[in-house]
């Protein structure tokens, strides 16, 4: 195995990296795809409550980075998503730092068919190191003018440093039935690809059973619209035609 490493970011932050960088990565793992997901997001933890790994993290990402316990260490599998592991980012401090980080993605890349990155929201220490180390990156961005205007930013970062338009793909999150029209900030879709200037990768619905499920601590129902839509999303990476239905 050589892992594909994808980073998953956004400019504004809440737009929901963290839960479709667990849903993206439970179905994967569904798929019989190893895949470790390790969270940049310093001192703002919530990966371990989506995957249900809270309270089972012994190490975290700043102890592997700073070199106080080896990587698989801090490994904990998801009790939540069969196949699905997590490294957890610390609940307070640490910097991710590139070094580090690149030498910890080439030691675990032999054993995981993807490793996902789930870096905070805006351009610091996190999105700089997880850039520096991903091959692809999925801009997770809500419907509104301003995580849109965000992303662009975002992306043209990523371009500027040397990725591709190829390397980049656009989800939008939370998305109701209210979010597009006249009377919305944002018209439809296009709008949506128009202003971020990446390629769509997938649409996932706003999800009352979504956030029930996290908040009881349970995995997300498969006939969630938000899962069915996250797999679909699992589907496209791995190369499968999967039409858009939004
Ligand atoms: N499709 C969805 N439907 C309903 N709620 C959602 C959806 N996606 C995310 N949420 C909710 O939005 C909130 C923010 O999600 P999340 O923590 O994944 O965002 P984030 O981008 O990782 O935030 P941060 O920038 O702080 O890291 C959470 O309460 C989550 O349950
Ligand atoms: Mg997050």
Redesign the pocket.
Known sequence: MNAQTIMVC?GK????????AVLVGAHLAAQNRKVLLIEL?SG?R?VDIIAGVYGKTVYDIEDVLCGRCDGDKAVVASPLYPGLSIISAPYEGGVVRTAPLTRLVSLMSPFFDFILL?T??GMGPAFTAGAAVCAKALL?LTPDPIALRDGRIVADRLIADGHTQQDLRLVV??LRPDSFGRRAAVYDLDECIDTVGVQLLGV????SA??HS?LAGEAVPENCP?AAACAAIAGRLLGRRIPLTV
């Open positions: 956004s932050g809440g737009t929901g990296k963290s839960t479709i997001d703002l919530s789930d905070a929201a997770v999150n939370r996932v619905p706003e999800s979504l956030q996290v938000a």
